[in-house]
């Protein structure tokens, strides 16, 4: 994934990404309707509201209409700047924890996969922020501070999987 420092794939980029976490959110919130076990729902919960304030912080920093119809994050101008296997990572991900909830989730194999998958989405939404953070920074733009915090809020979902996983398989 590249963005270059001009302003119109910036703004490009922050269309694609805050469409990619609203529709990220929903997903995840319908996940957690699925869930039985309350502490997995109140993880998937969590994230699903991080996404949709990820997206909220996006419309205040980059001025964006919420009015404006979103854009499809998976259409072939956000791969371009979101990156063609960075979507196709997210793809995966999200098909295989859907076919993870139509399972039970209690065997340790299925709460290993369906952990491992979560920090793979976690993982890629942070190097997301961090891409852009960069590219801000290197533009002396001082919003990328706020992409600094928003990417680190991502090492708190990574300890809260971990203890989540070390509760269950231990």
């Given amino acids: 994934m590249s963005i270059s420092a001009s302003s119109s794939n910036i703004e490009l980029w922050v269309y694609c990404f805050r469409a990619l976490m609203l529709r990220s959110s929903e997903a995840k919130m319908k996940f957690a309707s699925k869930i039985k076990d309350p502490v997995l729902k109140s993880m998937m919960t969590i994230i699903a509201l991080d996404h949709k304030r990820n997206a909220q912080i996006l419309e205040l920093l980059f001025n964006i209409d919420k009015d404006k119809p979103l854009v499809d994050p998976m259409s072939r101008s956000c791969e371009e700047v979101l990156g063609r296997a960075t979507l196709e990572n997210i793809r995966k991900a999200t098909s295989r924890i859907r076919e993870l909830l139509r399972e039970d989730i209690s065997s340790d194999a299925a709460l290993e996969d369906f952990s491992r998958t979560i920090e793979?989405?976690?993982?890629?939404?942070?190097?997301?922020?961090?891409?852009l953070a960069d590219v801000l920074e290197k533009m002396g733009d001082p919003r990328h501070i706020v992409m600094r915090y928003l990417a680190s809020t991502y090492e708190n979902h990574k300890k809260l999987f971990l203890e989540i996983k070390h509760r269950f398989l231990h």
């Fill in 120 to 131: 793979q989405l976690n993982d890629i939404t942070k190097g997301i922020l961090i891409s």
